[in-house]
Every structure is written in structure tokens, then in C-alpha cells.
């Protein structure tokens, strides 16, 4: 149970992050709510939740240098204190070798910023927060199949940016488990969401299935509920620990 736990999701408002939010409240949590741009959605998400009245929403758009900080302190602000961060929010942009010079440093440089480096600046703030409290707390990446075995040619900047995430969460495990800072990532393949959606009008849905076991997408609820989990107080010694979550469709 995570009764008295305050935990932070970013990209709340739909898809895997309300998900993880919903979950999180069904066992006792109070809920920070990230979301960009769709105010309407989070609301809906928090009716959704255990205790709505508990659950608060922070507004800020990561793509942006430094906005992920400036939200943070609006989060410490009204919650007081945070014991978890889940750093969710994120998205795909094409771009192929075949891009003009403009269009893909553009996509890099937003891919990264938003996949990536607001997801870092949100892990110094959440580890100088609970070295502060002297009580330690956790944090947990959301990364991508794609950060172990890459991506296709359009989606290179979406892998390097998970990849980056996957090695941000190893060392925060190695760096601060003496000070009972715990860190875990998750790796989700083809999961039922918006951004799924768009890739699998493209693709089709017997391409983008073919490669996975199972046969079909893995559900937002699969991975709210491994995060629920990572949350809990039974995984101490798993910190530094990927769970993947693609019907064996990358298997390490």
C-alpha cells in the first residue's frame, strides 16, 4: 500500500501516465499531475482516480529549457514533499538521415530535451530533495523497448533519448543507494495508447504486431500497475533494476 505517499507523474493526462496515476491512487497515494497542454484530460483522469479531492495538477511544457524545474517547486509548494517521481512524459517526432538540416536538429533537440533532459532535471531536483529530508525516496523512468535495441531509421533520436534514460537510472541506483535513493526503469514495447495509435496507422496493425509473441499491444493499466509496484516497499534491492513490458517481443 502507498497510503501517506506523495508521488509526481509527468505526462499524466492520458495514456500510460494516467494510467500509473489511477494505480498509484488505488492504493492510497496523493498524486501530483503533470500535464502540457490538455487541462480538461487530467481533470477527467483525477474523477478517474481513488480520493479525487487529494490529487493535484501542475501544468508546464517540458519541451521547453529549465521548465522542469520551475514546475518542480510549484510541486514541493503545494505537496510539501515528494517520495516518488515517475518521469513519464514524452513523445516521438519522425525524422529520417533524409531530413533538411533544420528539421532534424530540431528533432533531436526537442526529442532529447523533452525525453530526456527534463527527465533529468526532475531526477536532481527529486535526489536534492530527499538527500534534504534525510529520508531517502525513488524514482522511476518510463523508457522504451527502443532504448535496448534501438528504433527505425525515422525514431534514431527517440532511442538515443531512452537509451539515455535507461543509463540516467543506472547510475542514479549506483550513485545514491547508500543514502536509500532508489532508482528503476520500465520498458514498455507497443503499448494500447495515443501515440501507438498514430504509429500503427502508419505501420499497420498486423506489421507492428507480428514481432511480439503475444500477439497483441500491451495495455496502459500493465504498466500503471509495475509502477504501483516499484513504488511499494518490497523492491529495496531491486533499485537499479529495467522491467521490460513488450510481450517478449525484445527479450534480454
Known amino acids: 500500500m502507498l497510503s501517506g505517499k506523495n508521488i509526481l507523474v509527468t505526462g499524466a493526462?492520458?495514456?500510460?501516465?494516467?494510467?500509473?496515476?489511477?494505480?498509484?491512487?488505488?492504493?492510497?497515494?496523493?498524486?501530483?499531475?503533470h500535464y502540457a497542454n490538455n487541462r480538461e484530460k487530467t481533470e477527467q483522469v483525477i474523477q478517474a482516480m481513488e480520493n479525487p479531492d487529494s490529487h493535484r495538477m501542475?501544468?508546464?511544457?517540458?519541451?521547453?529549457?529549465?521548465?522542469?524545474?520551475?514546475?518542480?517547486?510549484?510541486v514541493l509548494a503545494?505537496?510539501?514533499?515528494?517520495?516518488?517521481?515517475?518521469?513519464?512524459?514524452?513523445?516521438?517526432?519522425?525524422?529520417?538521415?533524409?531530413a533538411d538540416d533544420e528539421l532534424w536538429s530540431d528533432t533531436w533537440g526537442n526529442t532529447l530535451q523533452l525525453n530526456l533532459v527534463a527527465a533529468a532535471d526532475?531526477?536532481?531536483?527529486?535526489?536534492?530533495?530527499?538527500?534534504?529530508?534525510?529520508?531517502?525516496?525513488?524514482?522511476?523512468?518510463?523508457?522504451?523497448?527502443?532504448?535496448?535495441?534501438?528504433?527505425g531509421p525515422d525514431y534514431m533520436h527517440y532511442a538515443a533519448a531512452k537509451g539515455g534514460m535507461l543509463?540516467?537510472?543506472?547510475?542514479?541506483?549506483?550513485?545514491?543507494?547508500?543514502?536509500?535513493?532508489?532508482?528503476?526503469a520500465i520498458t514498455p514495447g507497443f503499448t494500447e495508447t495515443d501515440l501507438a495509435t498514430n504509429i500503427l496507422n502508419e505501420?499497420?496493425?498486423?506489421?507492428?504486431?507480428?514481432?511480439?509473441p503475444l500477439g497483441d499491444l500491451a495495455q496502459p493499466e500493465e504498466i500503471g500497475e509495475t509502477a504501483a509496484f516499484?513504488?511499494?516497499?518490497?523492491?529495496?534491492?531491486?533499485t537499479g533494476a529495467?522491467?521490460?513490458v513488450n510481450g517478449a517481443s525484445y527479450v534480454r
Request: with cysteine.
Open 58 to 74: 501542475f501544468q508546464a511544457d517540458l519541451t521547453q529549457p529549465g521548465a522542469a524545474s520551475v514546475m518542480w517547486k510549484e
Open 167 to 184: 543509463a540516467l537510472t543506472k547510475s542514479i541506483a549506483r550513485g545514491f543507494a547508500k543514502e536509500n535513493i532508489l532508482a528503476f
Open 13 to 33: 493526462s492520458r495514456g500510460i501516465g494516467a494510467a500509473i496515476a489511477i494505480a498509484v491512487a488505488k492504493q492510497g497515494a496523493r498524486v501530483a499531475l
Open 242 to 244: 529495467t522491467i521490460d
Open 122 to 151: 526532475l531526477c536532481r531536483d527529486a535526489i536534492n530533495h530527499f538527500r534534504s529530508r534525510q529520508s531517502g525516496g525513488r524514482i522511476i523512468n518510463i523508457a522504451s523497448r527502443a532504448g535496448h535495441r534501438g528504433d
Open 78 to 98: 503545494e505537496m510539501h514533499t515528494i517520495d516518488v517521481v515517475i518521469n513519464n512524459a514524452g513523445t516521438q517526432y519522425t525524422a529520417g538521415v533524409e
Open 203 to 212: 505501420m499497420g496493425h498486423e506489421e507492428a504486431t507480428r514481432e511480439i
Open 230 to 238: 516499484l513504488c511499494s516497499d518490497v523492491v529495496r534491492h531491486m
